[in-house]
Structures are given as C-alpha cells and as structure tokens.
C-alpha cells in the first residue's frame, strides 16, 4: 500500500511556477515609467508650457478603442508668488455637454499636489524631460449618476507650443476607456512640416 504523500505529483505547473508566471505577465503589463523620458526634449516644465491661454481638442473612446466623444476645450492657466498654478479649463462636447474644471497645482517634494472639484483623490504631477505623468480619481457623469475612476495621465510635450495628453481610464484596475487630445498654445502657429 503506498502513501499518497509520496506519489510523485502529477504534471504540470507547480506554486513556484505559478508565481514566476504572473510575475512575468505582471512585468509585461508595467507602462512606462516617468525615467524612462529624463533625457527627451524639448523639456517639459509645467510653470512654462501652461501659462497663458491655451486651447485643447480631443476624442473620448471605450473600452474597446471605439471614439464615443469628441471635444475642444480652452484653459487660461496662470501661476501666484509661492507658485502655486491655477488651470481653468472648459470643455465642450460634441453632444451638447459643458464642464469645468479647475486645477489647482501646489509644490511639493515629488512635484505638484494637483487637485481639482471633481477630483475625488488628488494626484501628484511629476516631470522629466517632455513628459509628464498625474495619476488620479476622477468623478464624471455615468447614466443617471455619477462613478469614480482612476485617471492615469501622460503628457509629452512635442514641440514648444503643443502638447499631446492620453490618459487611460481604469475601474476596479480594469481599463474602461481612454482619452487623446492636443493642447496648444493660443497664437502659436501650425507644426512645422517635415
């Protein structure tokens, strides 16, 4: 009669392998990281680029990548004494809709504190290089009411006067949507032709 604690065990992938796996599938999920633009320019820093009037324009997509909005948008950003930033943004939709939001970005040791009306968990805006990245809460309307989610924001700065911004949307650390837009500086000129 044998043990059963001694009978070899059958094939496949043990606890061991089990977690190398996911770690290597974790690992392969990781977006990049702010270093990773230390060294691209033109430099990005937020007290430049966001002063004065700028203009936006942009689309909303699903979960799927299907474009389900559209928008333009105008922010007149300006910065006090102790250099705190104050971007007022409006935006306008394509379906009739107009919100506003008003940033308010303070000092801190890892760059900015940035928090806003509708923002229900502040972000902290870093810098290196052309980029830089905020990650947040955001409220916005859903249906009758309203849902919180997680906005992860990149910004790369392409030349002096324009910016490209995506941010992905998440719920539950599932990603529901994504937003792409152009900020510009008003009275800057078109990009150059290459």
Same mark, same amino acid.
């Given at each position: 009669m044998q043990n059963s604690r001694m009978r070899p065990k059958a094939s496949g992938l043990?606890? $061991?392998? $089990?977690?190398? !796996?996911?770690?290597l599938v974790l690992a392969g999920c990781a977006g990049p990281a702010l270093d990773d633009y230390q060294s691209t320019g033109p430099d990005l820093v937020p007290s430049q680029f966001f002063t004065g009037e700028l203009s936006a324009r942009g689309v909303v997509k699903d979960f799927s990548g299907e &474009?389900?909005?559209?928008?333009?948008?105008?922010? &007149?950003?300006? *910065? +006090? %004494? =102790?250099? #705190?930033?104050? $971007? +007022?943004e409006v935006f306008r939709f394509d379906d009739g809709e107009e919100q506003?939001?008003? *940033? @308010? !970005? /303070?000092?801190?040791?890892?760059?900015?504190?940035?928090?806003a009306g %509708?923002? #229900?968990?502040?972000?902290?805006m870093r810098w290196q290089g052309n980029a830089i990245h905020m990650n947040y809460v955001l409220r916005v309307s859903y249906g009758d009411g309203t849902i919180d &989610?997680?906005?992860? +924001? *990149?910004?790369?700065?392409? /030349?002096?006067?324009?910016?490209? =911004?995506? /941010? @992905?949307m998440s719920k539950w650390g599932?990603? &529901?949507g994504e937003v792409v837009l152009v900020i510009q500086k008003k009275g800057a000129g078109p990009a150059p032709q290459s």
């Open positions: 043990g606890p $061991l392998s $089990l977690i190398l !796996l996911m770690s &474009v389900i909005r559209s928008f333009d948008a105008d922010i &007149v950003a300006s *910065w +006090d %004494d =102790n250099g #705190v930033g104050t $971007l +007022d506003t939001r008003v *940033w @308010t !970005l /303070t000092p801190s040791e890892q760059g900015y504190h940035a928090e %509708d923002v #229900v968990e502040p972000g902290t &989610v997680r906005m992860d +924001d *990149w910004m790369y700065l392409v /030349t002096p006067d324009t910016l490209i =911004n995506q /941010t @992905t599932v990603d &529901v």
